[in-house]
């Protein structure tokens, strides 16, 4: 690794406790640690983790190009308030890194409000909208996560506490968890459990 190369690297929403790989760039390193800039933000990485990837290794060009080609009106899954939902972009706002006001409502001919132009939806005025960057993990494709968008913006029956968890291989037995504020587990430990698990240990262990 060298100053000024691109890679892939976990973007944290701490606010919202969720994470996704982000492109960025190495602003310094040294032996222990590697700064990498995403937008207009620093993250300081362990040089080791595995929160770093190789360039285009964890965000595709198919994801990127689709983050920030949004249109307004156009229908997206948003993370918030513990919850995977339908949203809407109201706003595409072009500058040198690319946002969004995000509405979280769906319109709909039957829906059950009303906003001041008098078109009908499901889910939260207004007023509840918000500014996301388009790198953000909270933005994903529509309907990949959520259930869509609930009549009842006030129910909160179909919390997903889980948000983080496409994150992880499937086809290991022991995986990091990307958690905000954790601390990252040693890799050569999950490699170690893995090794057991796929020599057939664990089952020998269960007989």
Request: charged content about 30%; aromatic content about 14%; glycine content about 6%.
């Amino acid at each position: 690794m060298q100053e000024g190369q691109k890679v892939d690297a976990l973007y944290e929403d701490e606010k919202y406790n969720v994470i996704g790989w982000c492109r960025g760039e190495i602003q310094k390193l040294n032996e222990r640690f590697v700064w990498v800039k995403f937008c207009d933000e620093k993250r300081k990485i362990a040089r080791y983790s595995m929160d770093i990837a190789v360039y285009k290794s964890k965000v595709s060009d198919e994801e990127y190009d689709w983050r920030h080609s949004l249109k307004n009106g156009d229908v997206i899954d948003c993370f918030d308030n513990r919850v995977w939902q339908n949203a809407t972009i109201v706003t595409v706002l072009e500058g040198e890194e690319t946002e969004y006001i995000v509405g979280f409502r769906v319109y709909d001919e039957k829906g059950n409000q009303y906003d001041s132009q008098n078109n009908k939806f499901f889910g939260w005025s207004s007023q509840y909208d918000e500014r996301i960057k388009a790198v953000s993990p909270r933005l994903r494709p529509r309907n990949l996560f959520s259930k869509g968008q609930h009549p009842n913006p006030h129910s909160q029956e179909d919390l997903v506490h889980d948000c983080n968890d496409f994150l992880y291989p499937v086809c290991d037995y022991a995986v990091p968890r990307f958690h905000a504020k954790c601390a990252r587990r040693s890799q050569v430990i999950l490699e170690m459990v893995t090794t057991f698990g796929k020599a057939g240990m664990f089952e020998l262990i269960l007989e």
